[in-house]
């Protein structure tokens, strides 16, 4: 079988409606995968988007290494004993649990930013900090799946095979309506990525 990481929150963020579509696109194809939440190390439905104690650690960013040390050993745990195929996981904030598991299962990071570059406007340390020990797990993993073309020459490790594959929303098969209030010949449309 095969695990997806999952990181902790409500069912209704973005990522957590990834994560399940991701798992239900790979049953549909034959693949025995499931979930397994980051922050309680719960497999299947009981560890998606639950109330998984989230909270936010002490100590401000140092703290999250720390706290992430903490879901990497119970997370290595069950992967250890599970054993899965491929672990899929986005980028995750460094610790030596988080590298062991990426020596010691085939591990997919996929790379949705240049973390280093965002972290950069709000927390010089933190950027550096990300810049030191993002590229220790991707140089261990297994595979790198980017969102575009430009992360994956970038920061993808050299010798680590990679793919794009972007993000995609499903839309509907009709375009939206502009209303009569907008004055335009041709409609324009937006699409805001990023901050």
Known sequence: SDLIVSEPGSRDRGVAQKVEATVTSWRSRGVDADFVDL???????DGLGGDSGETRPRFGRAGWVLEMERRGRRLLDVLDRERPDVVYSRELVWSPAIERIAGRHRLVVEINSDRARELASSSRAAAVFWRATAPRI?????????????????IGPPRVPGIVIPNATDVPGTAPSMGASTGRARPMFLMIVGR
């Open 39 to 45: 922050a309680t190390a719960t497999i299947g439905e």
């Open 138 to 154: 991707r140089r261990r993993a297994a595979g790198i799946v980017a969102v575009t073309g430009e992360l994956l020459e970038r």
